[in-house]
């Protein structure tokens, strides 16, 4: 079974800082790769996600991530943050293959991301 | 558009009652999915559907029961509510299995069991 790794649970940071978020997944095989974002009082958003093709993606608000095969990460990443990010950010995994199916996906336990002004 | 909605959004209820949590998703999604969201353990998969009549668990599947007779309807049942159930529930769909597409949230249901 596929797992996820969310290394940092909270960070607090000030309007403009850069953002790195980082995300590990476990899994042998191929994956689809998602970013999710969750403000206060609202249900899940979708930020990014990547299925194949270039590793750099770009997603909504200015988030982008990078898939490296080689490290098992997706870290999420904005050079220039705002308040309005204050949010909960998963990442998430699910199995890309021949397995079938539709296990649902697999959730990191978040980060809990504050932008002081 | 409405997309995919739940209710109630906020139920108190008693350890040992019934509970049912309504999903509805108005796009004619195939594959429909329930999560729980606790402190500390992130979104966990309770079942998911593939299409009316085919359910099949997930990670944290006991204690619930899901029917799927229509398409757009993905209830979910506490048989018998236990304070380990206390957690924020959200449903999920998408159009094809995640290998594929992307999965799109309900705004969740708040659910405390004394």
């Known amino acids: 079974a596929q797992s996820v790794s969310q290394h940092n649970h909270h960070v607090i940071l000030s309007e403009a800082a850069s953002l790195e978020l980082g995300c590990n997944y476990s899994y042998g095989g191929t994956v689809n790769l998602f970013w999710y974002v969750q403000y206060p009082g609202q249900h899940l958003q979708l930020l990014l996600k990547?299925?194949?093709?270039?590793?750099l993606v770009k997603g909504i608000k200015g988030f982008e991530a990078e898939f490296i095969k080689s490290k098992f990460s997706f870290n999420l990443r904005k050079p220039s943050v705002q308040w309005s990010d204050t949010a909960e950010y998963f990442c998430?995994?699910?199995?890309?293959?021949?397995?079938?199916?539709?296990?649902?996906?697999?959730f990191g336990k978040g980060t809990h991301l504050i932008i002081q002004p | 558009d409405a997309g995919i909605t739940q209710s109630p959004r906020y139920k108190i209820t008693e350890t040992g009652r019934q509970v049912t949590l309504m999903c509805h998703q108005t796009w004619s999604h195939s594959y429909m999915f329930w999560y729980r969201q606790d402190l500390g353990h992130g979104l966990r998969l309770i079942y998911y559907s593939a299409a009316a009549d085919i359910t099949d668990k997930g990670e944290v599947s006991d204690g619930y029961v899901v029917s799927r007779s229509k398409t757009e309807n993905f209830p979910l049942t506490l048989e018998s509510a236990t304070r380990s159930q206390t957690s924020v529930y959200f449903c999920?769909?998408?159009?094809?299995?995640?290998?594929?597409?992307?999965?799109?949230f309900g705004p969740g249901t708040r659910l405390t069991v004394l």
């Open positions: 999920a769909s998408s159009r094809q299995n995640q290998f594929r597409d992307t999965q799109y």
């Open positions: 998430a995994v699910t199995p890309r293959g021949s397995g079938g199916g539709a296990d649902g996906l697999t």
């Open positions: 990547y299925f194949s093709g270039d590793p």
